[in-house]
């Protein structure tokens, strides 16, 4: 059989899934037949698509036309051989109960003629297991949805053991009919993807929180400002329904002894009814308002380093690739399309580290000797960090990575594409700049300023022990005040070439920003700082004033009074409380500079290059300005905006309820 041959589609369960399964195979053409077992749940069900077709039309995705006729395509039926005796194709979705959906099979196998194919909507029990209640196997499989099933885009397609490749075909070719993205699960495995991941980040975060690791709101705060999620761990578990996650572990751990252990937290709020919002408390309270969300601030979870929590879900991953689960592309989608994540948990992985995550595994072997099975780090893991394929920064690792690196003789300039890095390269000198360094600076800007690869630089300074340390006096042994005001005037060109840079600059500060340095950080739209740096003017000490910037710039940032403050008394201020009073954005552990400034500049990668730059320029030129110009330049910016393709991106993006693909046009 092929996809085309299919003309009429039967749904089984008009609930909360099986409606909205309905109601996608109406809208992509196909006369349905809804069933279940009593009238009013079907006239619900009627109800429910109606009102999803009005926002439909509403929103402009359809017509009033379309909803009308997909509306008209809706059958409905209280008899399920009746139902399904002349359907193509059967998309079971009755509750999970593996005796109920094994007897909806029997009789549906008995019923349908012999080229129907028969799929289920399980989220968790074995195709093959409800696949034995029928003389068809090979015509069984799985297609798990994603709830809301009208707006979520993911199909989720699950091979039983004798799931024919016409049988996988045809149900992916129909997915894709219904406008869905797919991902194939190569084998009946427990959790099938999604769950197999999901799993092991909802326990993990659990267990953390149970050995007092860390705090609900500390891994939410973490999980949501720092990797990005849409919600915080604990608040998908609460808005998901904890009865609903326990019962779902449970099941995969009856089916895989080696699967997630179960964090004790679930089992005690599951025995007290504190099932989330539907309950009124999970691991938050609630007052019963729709919408209603926890307050989780930005600063808790500072402290918390995600691959702690999903160094676990990694490595099931890594399990699912070596045993030919699913492929590294499938899984990815998954994790982005079914769980809503910015980017897939491999290349999380690779941005963290392939040789991090094996590490924490490991450390946690170590600490948690009860779970040392649970936690040993998968071979492939190993594998990938003895040959060096430890992600991102080795250039390879789930991903492959473009990388080119051009040394100058004081710089080194590295392309690893959406990222671009400028690395001051005299470490022996503390990076000190010299007029040589200013020349190959400007040099190096010019290189990257049209180019589309790149969407956000990052400057810092070689070795562990300077950013940079201001000018290399030695370079004016014998200088007059005509050859100083001609290498001023030079840095002062490129530290403008900085601020007029069409793209985000992060200043990556990893030990000394002095004098010089500290200008070159200043004229960055950000500044990320180690926490063994230290940040100054140190000018007056010799003598002297800032040079190139330092008495314009910091004003602008940390106001009048703290700037005279820093040039006039000269001290050296560390990195908290240059934080403290808005000289950098952000401080991070030593240990973990590289990986949090990276984490940092991709994100801002992903969004639209050309709003980036307006708002660059909006924001650095504006506070310039007095206000009513500033006003104007917005508004000038704001309006050239709608013009561009990025734009229209972003608003398809939104109403389709996707992650958006910004090209820069």
Known sequence: MKVEDIKKIAVIGAGIMGHGIAQIAAMAGYEVHLVDIKQEILEKALEKIKWSLSKFVEKGRISKGAADAAFSRIKTFLDLKEAVKDV?????????????????????DEATPPHTILATNTSTLPITEIAEATKRPDKVIGMHYFNPPQL??????????????????????????FGKEVVICKKDVPGFIVNRLLGPILQEAAWMVHRGEASVVEIDSAVIYKVGLPMGIFELADFSGIDTIY????????????????????????????????????????????????????????????????????????WMIRNDVAS?????????????????????????????VVEVLREKQKKYPEFKDYYEPDSLLVEMVNKGETGVKAGKGFYEYKKEELAFKTIILRKEPPLAWIILNRPQRLNAISPEMVEELDKALDALWGDKEVRVL?????GDRAFCAGADVTSFVGATPATVID?????????????????????????????????????????????????????????????????QRLVRLVGL??????????????????????????????????EEVRSFASRLAEYPPIA????????????????????????????????????MEGVSAFLSKRKPKFKGE
């Open 88 to 108: 193509d194709f059967v998309i079971e979705a009755v509750v999970e109960d593996i005796n109920v959906k094994k007897q909806v099979f029997k009789t549906c």
């Open 152 to 177: 979520m885009p993911l199909v989720e397609v699950i091979r039983g053991d004798k799931t024919s490749d016409e049988t996988t075909k045809v149900t992916v070719d129909l997915a894709k009919k």
């Open 247 to 318: 019962k779902a572990s449970l099941a995969v751990r009856e089916r895989d002894p080696r699967a997630t252990p179960i964090c004790p937290v679930f089992e005690e709020y599951y025995k007290k009814g504190w099932y989330g919002q539907k309950s009124g408390r999970g691991f938050y309270e609630y007052k019963g308002e729709k919408w209603e969300r926890p307050v989780i601030p930005k600063e808790a979870g500072e402290k918390i380093d995600p691959i702690q929590i999903f160094a676990p879900a990694i490595n099931a991953a890594a």
């Open 328 to 356: 590294v592309e499938d899984i990815d989608k998954a994790v982005k399309l079914g769980l809503g994540y910015p980017k897939g948990l491999l290349e999380m992985a690779d941005e963290w580290g392939i040789d991090k």
């Open 458 to 462: 990052i400057i810092t300074g070689a």
């Open 487 to 551: 290498f001023v005037m030079k840095l002062h060109m490129v530290l403008d070439k900085i601020e007029r840079f069409p793209k985000p600059v992060i200043a990556a500060i990893n030990g000394f920003a002095l004098g010089g340095g500290c200008e070159i950080a200043i004229a960055c739209d950000f500044r990320i700082a180690s926490d063994r740096a230290q940040i100054g003017q140190p000018e007056i000490l010799l003598g002297l004033i800032p040079g190139a910037g330092g008495t």
């Open 561 to 594: 009074g703290k700037a005279k403050e820093i040039v006039m008394l000269g001290d050296r201020i560390p990195a908290d409380e240059a934080q403290k009073i808005g000289l950098v954005n952000k401080v991070v552990p030593a240990d973990k500079f590289e």
């Open 612 to 647: 980036l730059k307006m708002a660059k320029y909006a924001t650095t030129f504006g506070s310039q300005v007095p206000l009513s110009i500033g006003g104007l330049l917005e508004m000038g910016l704001f309006s050239l905006l709608f013009s561009t393709k990025d734009f």
